[in-house]
């Protein structure tokens, strides 16, 4: 679904990312990991079209998307989460997710003055719309919480809900499990695992929480310095010799990892 080809990404002198070449499968979990300023959001930034590649593309079912906006990427269903969550603190967590689809008839003085039914109607649909994902994501009694008063976790779970009203075709997870307690982590993580059974999402993963990784990403991809250093399965990521002197250097403990 998502490829990557050759890509280079230039700050002055530094490579962010350097020569990367990755695939993401349709219908996947991929992870990405590494230590820190291996170049993975640098990565996620360019494939959600904040940066332009220096060189190289990325395509997505064969379309070359290497300079669209965010925007753009959004409606051909590229959607993206943050590390810190980005909601609208003064609405409730219904409004939030109601505001994500796009081409709202509410939105156009036109219909809201002219054609007031067409508006009630469309509203209801995505009102029964965000009711099913917080549903989905047991956060019923939150309906009418406003969103700022959300734990850490409670606010990644109702990012993930906002990328599921418009049903994309990838969702990039930017340290989702950052700052959140375990046991709201093990609800994301059921979240993840269930859009990907149920509802057949792609998901690209960074991640440094090693159980998370472990337990829903199938391949694991290993950057550092910019580059792709290895790509597999968790348990051969973990025993792989060039991946745990890159985390940890020599001589240190595999377990570490």
């Given at each position: 679904?998502?490829?990557?080809?050759?890509?280079?990404?230039?700050?002055?002198?530094?490579?962010?990312?350097?020569?990367?070449?990755?695939?993401?499968?349709?219908?996947?979990?991929?992870?990405?990991?590494?230590?820190?300023?291996?170049?993975?959001?640098?990565?996620?930034?360019?494939?959600?079209?904040?940066?332009?590649?220096?060189?190289?593309?990325?395509?997505?079912?064969?379309?070359?998307?290497?300079?669209?906006?965010?925007?753009?990427?959004?409606?051909?269903?590229?959607?993206?989460?943050?590390?810190?969550?980005?909601?609208?603190?003064?609405?409730?967590?219904?409004?939030?997710?109601?505001?994500?689809?796009?081409?709202?008839?509410?939105e156009k003085l036109s219909y809201a003055l002219l054609n007031n039914l067409k508006v009630k109607k469309q509203e209801e649909e995505i009102?029964?719309?965000?009711?099913?994902?917080?549903n989905f994501l047991n956060l019923t009694n939150l309906t009418q919480e406003l969103a700022g008063n959300l734990s850490g976790g409670q606010k990644k779970l109702l990012e993930l809900g906002r990328t599921m009203m418009v049903d994309p075709k990838i969702v990039l997870l930017d340290e989702v499990g950052a700052g959140v307690n375990r046991t709201l982590l093990n609800e994301i993580t059921d979240a993840i695992l269930r859009l990907n059974k149920e509802k057949n999402y792609t998901f690209f993963v960074i991640e440094h929480d090693m159980d998370l990784i472990e337990k829903i990403c199938d391949p694991v991809i290993v950057m550092a310095e910019g580059s792709v250093l290895f790509k597999g399965n968790f348990e051969e990521v973990k025993n792989n010799e060039i991946v745990i002197e890159a985390y940890l250097g020599k001589g240190l403990k595999k377990s570490k990892l």
């Open positions: 679904m998502l490829e990557i080809k050759n890509v280079n990404k230039f700050f002055g002198g530094l490579k962010a990312v350097h020569n990367a070449s990755i695939k993401v499968e349709e219908g996947s979990i991929t992870g990405l990991i590494g230590p820190n300023g291996a170049g993975k959001t640098t990565l996620f930034n360019t494939i959600a079209g904040l940066y332009d590649p220096d060189e190289g593309n990325i395509f997505l079912n064969n379309e070359n998307i290497s300079y669209l906006k965010p925007h753009e990427l959004f409606a051909k269903g590229v959607l993206r989460t943050f590390q810190i969550a980005h909601e609208f603190s003064s609405l409730t967590v219904l409004e939030n997710l109601m505001m994500v689809p796009p081409n709202q008839y509410g009102r029964e719309k965000a009711v099913e994902v917080i």
